[in-house]
């Protein structure tokens, strides 16, 4: 968006503008071989810190196919609203776009709006969706045959940190804390079942409400439970820090770990003293990571000299991932279409990312099982790896 | 470790937040009985000093003796705007339009702070001392403990300063009555305004306390909600029930939560909220001159 | 230039249009509704429909705060469950859409007498409070209770028609609008009855209502009913045009979303209660489109966009209050009021 030229702008805006008038959009003219990525991206709103590291991965790794001819010669065109994280809005903004342009492509911003639009991606047929939204329920190619999802959903984050737990320590006790929200209460019923199957005991389980600020009674009940390994689920920060903080004060020797959107190094130093030690589970490498050869991660370095959050890899693997499961659609001299697209997507076998992902990936249903334990070195102010690459077999 | 020591730990965490709802529900009824307005907007203007504190100690680099100061100023300016700005041309008209217009505020004062500071949680920098206390055996939060010893200090001071102040004594006046008030020389547009400013700046001081305790966010207003029930539950216009509500409140939200689960605080303080409503409008300790039929 | 209007009997005094040109305008405005569909795209005719639904709850709230003076934080909570009850009977019991969203209703309507019990102790704020009390409660229900699917909320198929799915906006807009408009309609209605005047007696002065033979319980608990039965319908048509209902889909802000809907159009007017959803409805559109037309030249516009919106919408609860309590409906009677005068008064 940001390199339109004023030209663009201005007719765009008088044909929108007579659009507003006539209460018609006209179908945007575009070149008929423009394959189109469409984006509900919550730049706004709660989950804005997160959608603007999207919004810019997506662009950027667009820019990277684009400049090298496009996917098999197709240019990909990325066209994204903001929708405030508000399921209406994301569904106006799909609708909007959608309107306007041939979508093939779509990024959608959370779970309830992967939920309601999901009949009308079946309806259309057209599309094969990704987004921000790791919910485990997702994560059934029976129910959601047009969805994916750019790395493990968040039963299977949960599953990765068992596997860790139950290696470093057999029988270890554990506690869940999650928000009382559709994301914090996605992986906790599963998780609890596995946990039980690799012999670790689950002695607590925290709710807390969503925007919660005070936490200590909740720490008290961390305390009283004495757990091993505490797995927060279902924030971005607040309250975790806190949590930590009373916990450590009060002697609690548990070890603290999150999932993927607790796990930005940015964040994560923003926890102050709380953060040495923390640790969670993350599917990609980090922007700073240099120890795997991972010659994407250099692209993105010589693009972004600075840091890049792990919202902007998400993005950026989404729309590889999209684009790849494109060219082999178009490849197989096959249609644009979303089952031949999915189709396409479940082709991807022991694929490597350019380094993004640290082991090559296959997707034989809707996510990609694979991620790495990472802790936070207080020194480096930095999210270190403290396991090999885990990858839970289907 | 027995049973009766956690019971204590959870009551003391209890008083703790409660204290907190206690100031702001302090703040909630002085603009109450002096202007008879229910201001929704106090959980803003909570969030508006705790930014303000973010802004002056994280951004400008002052110690926290001095940003503290800056917050309590900023909110008092804050409402002192409002106050002339809003609340007075709503003069007279009917208080659910002036409610309204504290709503309305609130949304604007909730965008303002996400557009200079943007939406992402934020924590503010430690400024509380973190050696943990122990009352006995019990363990408290260290920000816990100096959040409730400074509420205490703050509500102590205005139940004092109400009774033997003469502004104390000119607001209760007001409060009272109006005309009568204005007629014996009170400056009743005066009072007015330094409920208003004063109410803004103990609540922007309140959020500095719960802001080093959670974080600050743009969504922190909904503190205000739990302040909401605090006060009604008290009586709007009674500063007693305000600290007694709160803590009360405070510690029926521990209990809740630790029995019950996080999800159920709401639900247990509304309930209580309904009940009150039904049997007692007008609070525990508010005047009986609530409208009802 | 109209120089009065003249009446000749009652039916005419009582009539919902009173003059030939407001006929021809009404005519025109349904013909521009069944006509828009075909013209317009999908988003616009999502819009529209999003448009209607909102005008259908903001009536009804309308109907207990404009006209009955009980103010209500609860609109949205209310809408939460007539479409919980439309998508359960729609995936449990199959029923035809017509019947589900009237089951929706009248399930609300009881609701919303239970709720409105309160009104009897209290009233003004304390109700207000209540009703917030309530959506809490309500919220809670819907978030726990297995048949709601707990926090995940439901999913349910679209709409049936003669075997034929309801599920895009050109079919929905079908089903959409002419419930809205019969809605709106029959709320117009409502105020030429005894039932809607005593409403009106009762927010005028509860008092002198009572003196003149007004059963305060029946009305006020009558208001509550009649309005959350709106909701109900609303929150069911809303079921259907999303199809998925969480109870994160009708958080408070909703609630205030109605009231200030009202507010900027204008309490007691059924004109205003259509003209504030459709306003409040479309000021974010608008947002969004003066951000697109900025980005080029501002390149974060779009992530000023919300705290923006929420200012705007802070903004206009403030300022029509202050500025033009009556609201848009006010500014529409002037602005009608100016032609008629014209050219004697300029």
Partial sequence: ??????????????????????????????????????????????????????????????????????????????????????????????????????????????????????????????????????????????????????????????????????????????????????????????????????????????????????????????????????????????????????????????????????????????????????????????????????????????????????????????????????KRTLAAGKELTGANLKAGLNSIKDFDTGGLFGVPISIPGNSVPVGRIYAFDGKAKQMKPASDWIRLEA | MTDWLFLTEVFLAGLGSGALYAVTGVAFVLIYKATRVVNLAIGEILMLGGYAFFGAAAGWHLPAWVALPVAILAGALVGAVVERGLIRPMLGESPISVFMVTIGLGSILAGFVQIVWGADPLRLPEFLPSAPIFIGEAYVAPKVAYGFLAAMVVVTAFVLGLRFSRGGVALKATAADQAAAYSVGIDVPRVFSLSWIVACGVAAGAGVLVGAIGGISPTMGVFGLSVLVVVIVGGLDSMAGALVGGLFIGVVEAFAGTFLGGEYRFLVTFSILILILMVRPYGLFGTHEIERL | MRIGTLKTDYAADEALFDTRLQKLLILLACAAAVLFPFVASPYWLFLACLCAINVASATGLNILTGYTGLVSLGQAAFMSVGAYTVAVLEIHAGTPFLLNLLVGGLLTALVGIGVGIPSLRVKGLYLAIATIAASVVLHFVFAHWPLTGGMQGLSMPPARLFGLALDQPFQLYWLILPVTALMVLGAANLFRTRVGRAFIAIRDRDISAEVLGIPLLRYKLMSFAVSSFYAGLAGGLWAYFFRVVTPESFPLVNSIFYLAAIIVGGMGTILGGILGAVFMTMVPELLKFVAGLVTPFYPDALALLAPVRTIVFGALIVGFLIFEPHGLAEIWRRIRRFFHLWPFRT
């Fill in chain 1, 1 to 326: 968006m940001r390199d339109w030229t004023r030209r663009h702008v201005l007719s765009a805006g008088a044909a929108m503008g007579a659009g507003l008038a006539l209460g018609i959009r006209p179908l945007a003219a575009q070149g008929a071989d423009e394959i189109v990525l469409g984006g509900s991206i919550p730049l706004t709103g709660v989950f804005a810190f997160a959608g603007i590291g999207i919004h810019a991965g997506i662009q950027d790794y667009l820019k990277i196919v684009n400049d090298a001819g496009g996917v098999e010669g197709r240019k990909v065109k990325y066209v994204a609203e903001d929708t405030g994280y508000k399921v209406d809005a994301s569904v106006a903004a799909f609708n909007k776009i959608t309107s306007q342009e041939k979508v093939s492509l779509y990024y959608g911003d959370s779970t309830g709006f992967s939920k309601t639009i999901n009949p009308e991606l079946e309806r259309r047929g057209s599309i094969l969706m990704a987004g921000a939204s790791f919910a485990s329920e997702l994560n059934d190619p029976k129910k959601y045959p047009l969805q994916f999802m750019a790395g493990p959903d968040y039963s299977e984050m949960f599953g990765i940190l068992l596997r860790y737990i139950a290696n470093e320590k057999a029988g270890a006790k554990l506690a869940f804390v999650y928000s009382d929200t559709e994301f914090g209460r996605d992986p906790i019923g599963p998780s609890e079942a596995l946990a039980k199957t690799l012999g670790l005991e689950v002695v607590e389980k925290i709710v807390t409400p969503p925007g919660s600020v005070d936490v200590s009674t909740e720490v008290l009940k961390l305390r009283r439970a004495r757990p091993d390994f505490t797995i927060f689920h279902g924030y971005v920060l607040a309250p975790i820090p806190e949590f930590i903080t009373q916990a450590k004060q009060m002697g609690l020797a548990s070890r603290f770990m999150g999932t993927f959107w607790s796990m930005d190094n940015s964040t994560v130093e923003r926890m102050g003293e709380a953060a040495d030690g923390f640790m969670g589970v993350m599917p990609y490498r980090y922007y700073y990571d240099t120890e795997g050869e991972s010659p994407m991660l250099e692209k993105i370095r010589q693009m972004r000299p600075e840091y890049q959050s792990t919202a902007y890899l998400q993005g950026f693997v989404t729309a590889l991932l999209m684009c790849e499961a494109a």
